[in-house]
């Protein structure tokens, strides 16, 4: 059991090495789609500074910069592989300007307080080492009145219930769960 879990974190959790890099390419494809319901429900706009939490290959990144040229759109991730991987896809957009990839943790962002005006993560907050800590720290990057949208494919392992409860905890108010196919998507504002 140990050596599966180990397996997967390294391919998809906290992609490293050979496993990391197929983990990233697996990633791009079967989280493609939620990604993009997690996009259309947080109604992006152009003027939206957009954080994403964990962004593994890039693709959800990618896709925001693609809809609203003029948005600005960030992101976070642990795996030096993701980031590789990340910076390819979005090389054009990382040249201007719009789109900034980083390697670090969500538990300890690298951005000034009330920077964001929505923020995102799909499969990932259940491999964040703290969950509880990353949302804080989350919260405290968005703006007042900012939207929180937390992305879950049937593959992510995450369960519903608790969720709302954990970003209320973080000092989230209003959060709802939205579900399609099998997914969920869990909705909170600053």
Known sequence: MTITRDLLLRMFGRPQGVLGRLGGVIMARTNRRCGMWVIE?????????????GFGPGVIIERISQRAATTHVAGVDASSEMVKQARIRNAAAIETGQVDVRQGSVEDLCFGDNTFDKALAVNSMQVWTDALAGLREVRRVLKPAATLALGFTAYS?????????????????????????????VLASK
């Open 41 to 53: 429900l947080l109604q992006i706009t152009p003027t939206d500074a957009v954080l994403e939490l």
């Open 157 to 185: 392992g995450q369960s519903k219930p608790g969720v709302t409860e954990l970003l209320s905890s973080a000092g989230f108010t209003t959060s709802q769960v939205l579900e399609k196919e099998n997914w969920f998507c």
